[in-house]
DNA sequence: TGAATGATGCGCT
DNA sequence: GCGCATCATTCAT
């Protein structure tokens, strides 16, 4: 049977996580969930890269919460922000060296009635625009916390899809490190998180 | 159309 | 207790 997309390696995530950041807009993230597969085109990510970096949950040394952080690259990083939503990262650069990048928003592609099913009376290009709303619609919550990204229930495929205009923009709603311009997204996209 | 606010739980200064 | 890598709703303009 002939193998149509190509499933990413950790290879890809053990680099400087800006690099991966460019080349992760485009990739395609297959979630296979209780028999159904859902899957969505990345088009908004942001780096929080290291200790030093003031909005990286690393900032403040290793603790329960922030381990996967400091794991091995190519794995999922889930935590619960604001006592209701989830925010999913993958984990990036070698191990001992903490850094992720948070799905902002994607392009609903397979199983997309069940993305509308966990968020209801949205149109399609609301399923997925903002990080606790991609994790609802996905239905993404702790159990999907430091899963190997390379396995077969979650992983990025690469569909060789060209992404023409990459933006660099400063991250949302943070206190610190808006200097920074490590938002990154599709211009094309009319799935990019509001604001 | 934009600003303010409430929901809600967990880890930490 | 406080402060969050958020979102939906309400209220003001």
Redesign the pocket.
């Known amino acids: 049977m002939l193998k149509k997309h190509k499933k990413i390696p950790r290879s890809f995530y053990d680099r400087p996580t800006l690099e991966v950041a460019r080349d992760v807009l485009g990739k395609e993230l297959v979630f296979h969930s209780k028999a159904r597969k859902l899957s969505a085109k990345i088009v908004e990510v942001?780096a929080?890269i290291g200790e030093r970096d003031p909005?990286?949950?690393?900032h403040?040394?290793k603790?329960?919460?922030?381990a996967p952080?400091f794991g091995k690259p190519g794995f999922s990083?889930v935590?619960?922000?604001?006592?209701?939503?989830f925010?999913f990262?993958l984990v990036t650069e070698e191990e001992g060296s903490p850094a992720?990048l948070?799905i902002?928003a994607g392009h609903p592609g397979q199983g997309i009635e069940t993305m509308h099913g966990n968020?209801p009376n949205?149109k399609a290009s609301?399923l997925l625009?903002?990080?606790?709303?991609?994790c609802?619609s996905f239905g993404i919550d702790m159990k999907q916390n430091c899963l190997d990204l390379t396995s077969d229930t979650i992983y990025l495929e690469d569909r060789f899809v060209e992404v023409e205009e990459i933006v660099a923009s400063t991250?949302?709603?943070?206190?610190?490190g808006r200097d920074l311009r490590w938002r990154f997204f599709d211009r094309n996209s009319d799935s990019v998180?509001?604001k």
């Not at 603790?63 to 922030?66: A, D, G, I, V, Y």
């Not at 935590?79 to 939503?85: A, P, R, V, W």
């Not at 991250?171 to 610190?176: K, P």
Request: charged share 25%; glycine share 12%.
């Open positions: 942001e929080y909005a990286c949950h690393a403040r040394g603790t329960k919460r922030n952080l990083y935590y619960l922000i604001y006592g209701m939503y925010c990262n992720a948070l902002r968020s949205k609301q625009n903002g990080p606790g709303k991609f609802r991250r949302i709603g943070i206190r610190e998180s509001q």
